[in-house]
């Protein structure tokens, strides 16, 4: 039986909805770097989410990876000792779908691309004729 693209895409985001929330009753941070899917803004891969436990200080971290909370990341080795502590459970890994929002945003940022690309080559076309 062969299932369509918007069935995955649906599965794969009722998925990382339960884990999200696994994850925020288990007590971890759960933040994650790229929060609106478009591109320039925040780091890392959609998948990834906060390790530590929640009201931690400083930076979000996944494995050796951290950031700020506007996303930037930054390649940084887990401190000696700490392994356990910047993984969350293999359980709970997320799909790289991208949440509804996420899509929303892009859609609505390509647009906006493409309408400032179409006023630029009506700007040059007036400009030779």
Not at 50 to 73: M, S
């Amino acid at each position: 039986m062969r299932i369509p693209g918007r069935v995955w895409i649906t599965i794969h985001r009722v998925q990382n909805r339960w884990r999200d929330a696994l994850a925020v009753a288990a007590g971890y941070c759960n933040d994650r770097p790229q929060k609106t899917g478009i591109p320039g803004e925040g780091g890392g891969y959609r998948h990834w989410r906060c390790a530590l436990k929640r009201r931690h200080e400083g930076l979000h971290r996944a494995g050796n990876y951290v950031w700020t909370d506007d996303g930037k990341t930054t390649y940084l080795p887990a401190p000696h000792g700490s392994g356990k502590e910047a993984w969350q459970p293999k359980k709970w890994n997320r799909n790289m779908t991208p949440t509804m929002r996420q899509s929303r945003l892009w859609r609505q940022w390509q647009a906006e691309q493409d309408r400032k690309r179409a006023a630029e080559r009506r700007a040059l076309g007036e400009a030779y004729s």
